[in-house]
């Protein structure tokens, strides 16, 4: 089982709708969660952390998170042609950073 | 610099030669990661750095990897005896903590490392 589990995709989302991502995590004791934005050919970037259970909202951007469940979820309101990209879920423990493998997002005009 | 910073960007070596890959963290940065990414997978973690200990190397995938950080800044990663199966893109990102309250990681633009 891996660490972190999430689709691969590709979520195909017309453009103005919402995209939902979904990950799951294995390791009960992990602290910090993330969600990562990774363009073609480059390096990811953050774009939303949180650390205590419920929602936390960032301009489009909502995460969820629910430790009994393990699960960590992304919200994309008003998607946007230029939210085309995969997103990955991170999760730490004692500063070490786990990803999953990312789900490839594709927004149609 | 203003941002981590990666040498070299791509290297293309034949299978068998030792390989180094260095990083340049942001400055004031306590904590250095690396990683590698294969082309459709997420970043694979191979070892982190608090200062100039290893607090965590339970990534490196064998004996043939090293990696150093001597002054608590700049880190350099090591390959010998290089496989085919080394390559992929090697990231490095540096964090400000890296302790429990973690914040972000900062990635470099990563090296991308080929074996013929």
């Known amino acids: 089982q891996k660490e972190v589990e999430q689709n691969s995709g590709p979520l195909s989302v017309p453009e103005g709708a919402i995209a939902s991502l979904n990950c799951t995590y294995s390791?009960?004791?992990?602290?910090?969660f993330f969600w990562y934005r990774q363009y073609s050919g480059k390096s990811p970037e953050l774009i939303m952390s949180?650390?205590?259970?419920g929602d936390k909202e960032d301009g489009r951007f909502t995460a969820q998170l629910n430790k009994a469940s393990q699960y960590v979820s992304l919200l994309i309101r008003d998607s946007q042609p230029s939210d085309s990209a995969t997103y990955l879920c991170?999760?730490?423990?004692?500063?070490?950073?786990?990803f999953g493998a990312g789900t490839q997002v594709v927004v149609t005009p | 610099g203003a941002g981590v910073s990666q040498t070299p960007s791509n290297k293309v070596t034949e299978k068998g030669k030792y390989v180094e890959l260095r990083c340049d963290p942001i400055?004031?940065?306590?904590?250095l990661y690396w990683y590698r990414q294969s082309l459709g997978q997420g970043p694979e973690f191979l070892i982190y750095?608090?200062?100039?200990?290893?607090?965590?190397d339970s990534g490196l995938p064998n004996d043939r990897f090293f990696a150093v950080r001597p002054e608590g800044s700049v880190s350099t990663l090591k390959i010998q005896r290089t496989e085919r199966g080394d390559s992929a893109v090697y990231l490095c990102?540096?964090?400000?903590?890296?302790?429990?309250?973690?914040?972000?990681?900062?990635f470099g633009e990563g090296s991308r490392l080929t074996v013929l």
């Open positions: 990102a540096s964090s400000q903590t890296g302790t429990v309250n973690t914040g972000e990681l900062f």
């Open positions: 390791d009960r004791v992990s602290q910090s």
């Open positions: 949180i650390y205590s259970n």
């Open positions: 991170a999760v730490s423990r004692w500063g070490k950073f786990q």
């Open positions: 400055s004031g940065h306590t904590a």
């Open positions: 750095f608090q200062g100039t200990g290893a607090a965590d």
